[in-house]
Each structure stands twice: as structure tokens, then as C-alpha cells.
């Protein structure tokens, strides 16, 4: 059974940090490029970062460059999404995805469609 499991969500006043965890099974970790999507009440889900099966390309969208960090460890099986100087529009339920798909650019991986695993989700709220 696959699972994609995201935890350490949760409130954090702006300025502040939290750390993502999305722990996998059931795949071959190593073949998959992750990445982490968020979505806002009323919004559509969007591509926030993703980083290539090896580690060796990494994608930040514009809103979150320089503040957050992707990064992998492929012997836990884990990816984690590092979030510092977090702002009141980084509020939502935060999602990581899995996918085979090899990426020749890597600004493709923010697309949701390309991705085959989803976890539940964990909620990052970020008062003012």
C-alpha cells in the first residue's frame, strides 16, 4: 500500500518557522521526484516546491524562494520542507505528492497533474 504521510503543520505567528515531513512507503522512493503543493480556501492547489528523484534539481515557486528549503533523505524515505520567515499568505493545508515522471525541466514538477501519490495534507496557518 502506498502512503504519503505529511506532518508538522500547524499555527506559527509570521516571522516564525516550521519544518514539513512527508514520510513514504510502498514505493520505491528513489525512482520518484516529491514535491510539496499547497491550497488556500477558495484557491486552486499550486506547486510551492519539488525536488528530482536524486536530489539533484530542486524548484522553489517565486513566492517562497529564499525563504524555503527542499531537501530528501532517500534512506528514510522522507522529504522535508523547511519553511522560515513564513508570512500570512503561506496559510494553507499543505500536500506532498510523488511522481515517476522524469522532469527534463524542472519547473514542469509544479503541475499537479503529473503526479501519481498524494498524502492528506497538513494544515500551516500563519497569523499576522
Known amino acids: 500500500e502506498v502512503r504519503l504521510v505529511e506532518s508538522g503543520g500547524g499555527l506559527v505567528q509570521a516571522g516564525g518557522s516550521l519544518r514539513l515531513s512527508c514520510a513514504t512507503s510502498?514505493?520505491?522512493?528513489?525512482?520518484?521526484?516529491i514535491g510539496w503543493f499547497r491550497q488556500a480556501p477558495g484557491k486552486e492547489r499550486e506547486g510551492v516546491s519539488c525536488?528530482?528523484?536524486?536530489?539533484?534539481?530542486?524548484y522553489y515557486a517565486d513566492p517562497v524562494k529564499g525563504r524555503f528549503t527542499i531537501s530528501r533523505n532517500n534512506a528514510k524515505n522522507t522529504v522535508y520542507l523547511e519553511m522560515n520567515g513564513l508570512k500570512p499568505e503561506d496559510t494553507a493545508v499543505y500536500f506532498c505528492?510523488?511522481?515517476?515522471?522524469?522532469?527534463?525541466?524542472?519547473?514542469?514538477?509544479?503541475?499537479?497533474?503529473?503526479?501519481?501519490?498524494w498524502g492528506q495534507g497538513t494544515q500551516v496557518t500563519v497569523s499576522s
Open positions: 505528492a510523488a511522481t515517476e515522471f522524469y522532469f527534463s525541466s524542472v519547473v514542469a514538477c509544479k503541475f499537479p497533474s503529473f503526479y501519481k501519490y
Open positions: 510502498g514505493f520505491t522512493f528513489d525512482d520518484y521526484a
Open positions: 525536488i528530482s528523484s536524486m536530489a539533484g534539481s530542486t
